[in-house]
């Protein structure tokens, strides 16, 4: 089946790396998303991932601890530079061409963020792993990825959960929540379903980007939203 889209970005969160654990990376779970990755990127699909940090380091987390906000912002910047680089690793073990690209400049670690660049690198065929978030504090990933997904002219932002779409309440704790197959953008924003910061979402409706929200634990779960199947909400 044709996929849906040409060009995407997929949000992957520091907590889909950690698998069961509670910090750090699950090697088992990364290998399993980097085989879906590879899975879409043999569909033909260009990728560009923007990776979170929260399973080492988030900025809420030490400014609680005394550190100053900004500071502890740019820890948890660090952090997702670390789990990019994890993926890469993983990713290039498996045969795919990848590029890390920080929006913060490292350059004896990884490439800076250029947008013509990583334009450049997915119409090569690589796959592009954005890290840093957006440089700045205060963000999200998600924000960032809302971000990267307009400027690079990705066709959809795939966000993966730990479930297969947007309920009314949390279906693990509540039996009677009510799955959303589609909604707008609005009705996340004043009927305040977590699934992403405000800001993310304002951005991908400003900048007319569908919102997939589906399950990263499904086996084949980003081939099959890719191609429409399964299980997942739309946001548009
Ligand atoms: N962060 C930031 N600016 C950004 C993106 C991230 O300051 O543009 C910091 C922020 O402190 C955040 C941390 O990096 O808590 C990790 O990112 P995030 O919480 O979005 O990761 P995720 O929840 O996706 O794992």
């Known amino acids: 089946m044709k996929p849906l889209y040409k060009r995407i970005l997929l949000k992957l969160s520091g907590e889909a790396l950690m698998g069961t654990q509670s910090y750090g990376l699950d090697s088992s779970t990364m290998d399993r998303i980097?085989?879906?990755?590879?899975?879409?990127?043999?569909?033909?699909?260009?990728?560009?991932?923007?990776?979170?940090?929260?399973?080492?380091?988030?900025?809420l987390q030490g400014e609680a601890q005394g550190i100053e906000r900004t500071t502890s912002d740019h820890m948890g910047m660090l952090a997702t530079v670390m789990n990019a680089l994890a993926l890469q690793?993983?990713?290039?073990?498996?045969?795919l061409e990848t590029r890390v690209m920080?929006?913060?400049?490292?350059?004896?670690?990884?490439?800076?963020?250029?947008?013509r660049r990583a334009v450049h690198h997915m119409e090569k065929g690589r796959i592009v792993i954005?890290?840093?978030?957006?440089?700045?504090?205060?963000?999200?990933?998600?924000?960032?990825?809302?971000?990267?997904?307009?400027?690079l002219n990705c066709q959809v932002l795939m966000k993966g959960t730990k479930v297969d779409g947007i309920y009314s309440a949390d279906p693990l704790k509540d039996?009677?929540?009510?799955?959303?197959?589609?909604?707008?953008?609005?009705?996340?924003?004043?009927?305040?379903?977590?699934v992403m910061d405000?800001?993310?979402?304002?951005?991908?409706?400003?900048?007319?980007?569908?919102?997939?929200?589906?399950?990263?634990?499904?086996?084949?779960?980003?081939?099959?939203?890719?191609?429409?199947?399964?299980?997942?909400?739309?946001?548009?």
Do not use: W
């Open 34 to 59: 980097c085989k879906e990755i590879k899975e879409a990127h043999t569909l033909g699909i260009e990728q560009a991932l923007v990776v979170g940090g929260g399973n080492i380091f988030r900025g």
């Open 175 to 194: 039996k009677d929540a009510v799955f959303y197959p589609e909604l707008s953008y609005q009705q996340v924003l004043t009927e305040n379903l977590r």
């Open 130 to 151: 954005c890290a840093a978030g957006s440089g700045s504090p205060y963000f999200t990933t998600d924000s960032a990825a809302a971000l990267r997904a307009s400027e």
């Open 102 to 115: 920080s929006a913060i400049p490292m350059h004896s670690i990884c490439e800076p963020y250029i947008r």
């Open 89 to 95: 690793s993983r990713l290039e073990h498996m045969g």
């Open 198 to 236: 405000t800001a993310a979402i304002a951005l991908a409706r400003e900048s007319q980007i569908p919102i997939m929200v589906f399950s990263i634990l499904n086996p084949h779960g980003i081939r099959d939203a890719l191609q429409g199947k399964g299980r997942f909400t739309i946001i548009q």
